[in-house]
C-alpha cells in the first residue's frame, strides 16, 4: 500500500470528482521564469478552475480563461476538447484523466505553443509512449519542489511542466525548475 500511496498520491479513493485541483501560483511562477513569452502573447487557460493559474497569467498577459465546470472563475461551460480559440499560447494543468486527450486536441491547435502541468511520471507510461514520439515536446521541466495542491501542507505529488513548441522536432531539453 505504501507504494501506491507515494506514487499515485491520493490512496483513499476520494478524488475530486471534476479533478480540479488548484495549482499553487509558485508553479506558475517558475513556468513563466523559464518561458519568458513576449508582453503581447495571449495565452489561453482553458481549464482555469478557480483562476488560480489564470491569475499569475494575466500579472504579464493577456488571458482567456476558460472551464468546464463552475469553480468561480472564467467563461463556463466551455468544452476545451469541442472548442478552440484564438491564442498564441495554451498554458494549463490538464484534469489528469483528460491530459492526453488535452496535448492531442492542443496539437491540432493553431498555436505557437503549449505548456501543461503534469504529474512527473506522466511519460513514463508505456500507454503514453505513442503519444510522447509523436507530439515531442522541447522541455520537459520537473519542479525541485512539491507544490501544495490540496492545501494540507505535506504535498506528496511531483510535478513537472511539458513544453511543447509547434515545428519542433528534435529531442526534448531536461531542465530543473526552482522557485
Known sequence: MKGHIIANGNHRGDREKTDFYPTPPEATRALLNFIDLPQKTHIWE???????????????????????HNQGYGEVGIDFMQTKRRC????????????????????????????????????????????????????????????????????????LWTIWVKGFSGNPEYILLSR
Open 46 to 68: 482553458p481549464a482555469c478552475g478557480n483562476g488560480s493559474m489564470s491569475r499569475i497569467l494575466e500579472e504579464r498577459y493577456k488571458v482567456t480563461s476558460t472551464t468546464l
Open 88 to 159: 498564441d499560447w495554451i498554458i494549463t494543468n490538464p484534469p489528469f484523466k483528460l491530459s492526453a486527450d488535452f496535448i492531442k486536441q492542443a496539437m491540432d491547435c493553431d498555436i505557437i505553443g503549449f505548456a501543461f502541468l503534469l504529474k512527473s511520471q506522466y511519460w513514463h507510461a508505456k500507454k503514453r509512449a505513442t503519444l510522447f514520439s509523436k507530439t515531442k515536446p522541447k522541455y520537459i521541466l520537473p519542479l525541485t519542489w512539491r507544490p501544495d495542491f490540496g492545501g494540507g501542507g505535506a504535498p506528496t505529488m511531483d510535478v
